[in-house]
């Protein structure tokens, strides 16, 4: 069975301060991990995966296999990146695909 | 381009009624995937079809059933309403299946079971 958790449901942050959004996950193949955000209002929007290994608005995210995380960080945070945010997983073989995503955490930027 | 459209943006139905959700997945699309969200949840997966055949179902009853058709629209068939089918229900887009797809979410349609 595939899982993914996510410890924390709110994360409060000073501007400008550090940003680290835990996620552990739980799979025996080889996993597909995205970071879906959902700013207010809008709808659920891809932010990053794993395979592409790119920085999106100064987030990045590693896949760590040893520990199962694909924790999600920004060095300093900025208002707009007030959200909820998504770890999400994909697995399965072939085309035959399931998708599992965490509770979420609600990251909040305080001026 | 729209986006993923999903209709209706609202509904109230009763326990035991049947509901059909729709989705029109972006132009050029042929995968969709339908997912439950309660609220304070993460969306949780009930289906991927693509081509017009099932390639992904989560674990949900025999009461949730999909289909999509030959221009790519999708619809959610849930029968014998429970309160706690009372959800947004999501559709999300992508250009193919399987890894590396990136998926479009559209807006969803908000159900309540009374």
């Known amino acids: 069975a595939q899982r993914v958790t996510q410890p924390e449901k709110l994360l409060s942050v000073f501007k400008g301060a550090p940003v680290e959004l835990k996620c552990n996950y739980s799979?025996?193949?080889?996993?597909?991990l995205f970071w879906y955000v959902q700013y207010s209002r809008q709808r659920l929007q891809l932010l990053l995966r794993h395979i592409s290994r790119e920085s999106i608005k100064g987030f990045t995210a590693d896949l760590n296999k040893g520990e199962t995380s694909f924790h999600l960080k920004k060095p300093f945070a900025q208002e707009e990146d007030s959200a909820m945010y998504y770890c999400a997983l994909r697995g399965g073989s072939g085309g035959y695909q399931k998708v599992t995503f965490g509770i979420g955490t609600k990251l909040q930027v305080i001026p | 381009d729209a986006g993923v459209t999903q209709s209706p943006t609202h509904l109230i139905k009763t326990r035991g009624q049947h509901v059909t959700l729709r989705c029109s997945p972006i132009s050029g699309h042929k995968s969709v995937s339908w997912y439950q969200q309660v609220l304070g949840q993460g969306p949780q997966f009930i289906f991927q079809y693509y081509e017009k055949e099932e390639r992904g179902r989560g674990n949900f009853p025999d009461r949730f059933s999909a289909r999509q058709f030959p221009n790519y629209s999708s619809e959610l068939n849930v029968n014998a309403l429970l309160l706690g089918d009372s959800a947004l229900y999501l559709c999300a887009s992508s250009l193919g299946s399987g890894r590396s797809y990136e998926q479009y979410f559209g807006p969803g349609t908000r159900l309540t079971v009374t």
């Open positions: 799979y025996s193949g080889s996993p597909e």
